[in-house]
């Protein structure tokens, strides 16, 4: 129905990971703008914002009043590990590379006329998730400042060896898979993800009035000179997708994802689980745990995406609301206020359906479940009597939308309502689309008028850990075709 939806956005460390004792060491290097932002540093070096809460509280709480938009997720947070404070007491987070990866599919092969560095989500929208893939070198930000480095940069997204934007067929194909992903958990949010490089008037927030702004994530293998970061998976600033002032925002810019530690970047998917959750930091996310570990790996075949969900079939925005969870922030909320709005929604409920479009010799429609009360509804009619079969498939690779289809006739019975159920035990590949989260009924019909219902839905129970039905959420395609 159409009522605002809430959502959005990967993970990017390994359960039981070593974490570094030690803070890094001070910048040797000076960078053009290494203290960009601040006139005053606050500290010699980064250092985890839970040793500066404890060795020297006065600068935690002079960090915390830098920090406005994100004070209250960094004194929460404040015992994270991989929770840092750069030296003007900016917060990010370091998170670690995982340490192993799971085998999965390779995703399916790209048609030769799709541009993979022209992919769009939603274009037109005023706000921008900008996967930048041809390479990235980063110039008087804070993290030449972290890293104590004049030139922060990453190469071109690449497994191949040839390290330029020629994509190889398989190449194209991960890239495709990687985009697709991010976009699906953002489906809910107005926000373009997009492969194309938009212009910096469309990242950057050069004041309050500024409605055009977003993130870069700068995807490819490690820059050099950044061997203290761990080694990271992936870091991003805390709470800065709407941060304002032309060169505050772009100083904390982009989020990095690095592929070489992410199994080589052979896998889209795993790449985009890091890159969502990189993204989730800058809109004000912190991390889901577990009884006091950072990174909660999931059960089943879920993981939150603020966890470390790598070779999960499931990966969902959370609140918290499994098993000795440490983190019960909304995270669709959050991120409403940190800088996504909520996509306006696309259907209407039963008492306002949208009549389904004849495609060849199908009737179809696409669509969003934007929240966990979003209901969508469509209408066919028959003129005789026939067998059809009436599918919800999922939108890509990679869905966050457990599906569930109701078909009523015209005096409002039902007729059929699926939902399969989801097979028991841990995914040992994380498989792309599978058929267990669409629904799929087929039969004969009487001639009339027959209303369909799209929602997302919860998953297990009490003896069969799941999900709830809080981010079921994301893109569809339902469809109506003849059979026989």
């Known amino acids: ?54 060795e020297d509280p006065a600068g935690f709480r002079t960090a915390l009043a830098r920090e406005p938009g994100s004070a209250g997720t960094v004194a929460a947070a404040a015992g994270d590990r991989t929770l840092w404070l750069d030296r003007c007491g900016r917060a990010f987070y370091r998170d670690l590379a995982p340490d192993d990866l799971p085998g999965t599919p390779a995703a399916a092969a790209v048609g030769e006329d799709v541009d993979v560095l022209a992919l769009h989500s939603s274009p037109g929208s005023d706000r921008t998730i900008y996967l930048d893939l041809d390479g990235h070198v980063a110039t008087g930000t804070h993290w030449n400042a972290v890293w104590g480095i004049d030139e922060v940069d990453t190469a071109v997204y690449d497994f191949e060896g040839d390290l330029t934007t020629d ?9 495709f898979a990687l985009w697709e992903a991010v976009a699906e958990d953002f489906a809910p949010f107005d926000v373009d993800v997009t492969t194309a490089d938009p212009g910096p008037a469309a990242l950057t927030r050069s004041s309050t009035s500024d409605r055009e702004y977003g993130t870069r994530v700068a995807i490819g293998a490690s820059p050099s000179g950044i061997g203290a970061c761990g080694p990271c998976g992936g870091v991003a600033f805390l709470g800065v997708f709407d941060e304002v002032g032309e060169g505050i925002h772009d100083d904390l810019q982009p989020a990095w994802v690095f592929t070489d530690l992410l199994g080589g970047g052979r896998d889209g998917r795993i790449v985009a689980e890091a890159a969502s959750h990189e993204v989730g930091h800058t809109l004000d996310l912190q991390h889901d745990g577990l009884d006091g570990l950072e990174y909660y790996s999931g059960h089943g075949r879920w993981a939150p995406i603020m966890g470390a969900g790598y070779g999960r079939t499931v990966t969902q925005w959370s ?84 599906v569930r289809l109701t078909v009523l006739d015209a005096a409002g019975k039902r007729v059929a309502r699926v939902n399969p159920p989801v097979p028991a035990g841990d995914d040992t590949e994380k498989q792309p689309s599978p058929a267990w989260l669409a629904a799929d009924t087929a039969g004969p019909l009487p001639a009339g008028r027959y209303t369909l219902l799209v929602e997302g839905m919860r998953a297990g129970g009490a003896s069969r850990p799941g999900w709830s039905d809080y981010a079921s959420l994301g893109g569809y395609r339902v469809s109506v075709a003849p059979l026989g």
Not at 10 to 35: K, L
């Open 319 to 402: 609140r918290g609301d499994y098993p000795a969870a440490s983190n019960t922030e909304d995270d669709l909320a959050v991120m409403a206020r940190g800088g996504v709005a909520p996509r306006v929604d696309d259907h209407g409920g039963a008492d306002d359906p949208t009549p389904l479009a004849k495609r060849g010799g199908s009737k179809v429609a696409d669509g969003v479940v934007g929240t966990s009360a979003d209901v969508d509804a469509f209408s066919f009619a028959l003129r005789r009597a026939g067998t059809r079969r009436i599918t919800v498939l999922p939108t890509g690779q990679a869905s966050n939308l457990d």
């Open 167 to 175: 994509f190889t067929e398989a190449e194209r194909a991960e890239v």
């Open 1 to 54: 129905m159409r009522t605002p939806a809430l959502l959005l956005l990967g993970a990017v460390v390994g359960i039981g990971a070593a974490v570094p004792a030690t803070s890094v060491a001070a910048p040797t290097t000076r960078s053009a703008g290494a203290d960009a932002g601040c006139a005053t540093p606050l500290f010699d070096a980064p250092v985890r914002a839970g040793d500066a809460r404890r």
